[in-house]
């Protein structure tokens, strides 16, 4: 069984900032791409941040300059530093990897969310 636990979510004001931490744990063998979603209200779920294992990094435009994606491999554990918040970015962010618990198949693992809420 594989979890991916985020964290570090919460009611902010805009201009402000947050980090958001997800950790996996359970029987993985690898991790491939890790990445940050989000979906607000009446949207489609977005990708916001997608970071390799090698370290290569990838931004939506909205939040290019403002967000930060990294990762520690040995932690198994993904951040994203959001600043320069604005009411826009308030969704419900959701951690996702893709990894392989015995090198066969590879499949997208989901945390299950975390609050942002970003105040005018």
């Known amino acids: 069984q594989v979890q991916l636990v985020e964290s570090g979510g919460g009611l902010v004001q805009a201009g402000g900032s947050l980090r958001l931490s997800c950790a996996a744990s359970?029987?993985?063998?690898?991790?491939?791409?890790m990445g940050w979603y989000r979906q607000a209200p009446g949207k489609q779920r977005e990708l916001v941040a997608q970071?390799?294992?090698?370290?290569?990094?990838n931004y939506t435009d909205s939040v290019k300059g403002r967000f930060t994606i990294s990762r520690d491999n040995a932690k198994n554990t993904v951040y994203l530093q959001m600043s320069s918040l604005r009411p826009e970015d308030t969704a419900v962010y959701y951690c996702?990897?893709?990894?392989?618990?015995?090198?066969?198949?590879?499949?997208?693992?989901w945390g299950q969310g975390t609050q942002v809420t970003v105040s005018s």
């Open positions: 359970g029987s993985i063998f690898a991790i491939g791409n």
């Open positions: 996702n990897a893709y990894l392989t618990r015995t090198t066969i198949r590879w499949e997208y693992s």
């Open positions: 970071i390799t294992n090698g370290g290569t990094t």
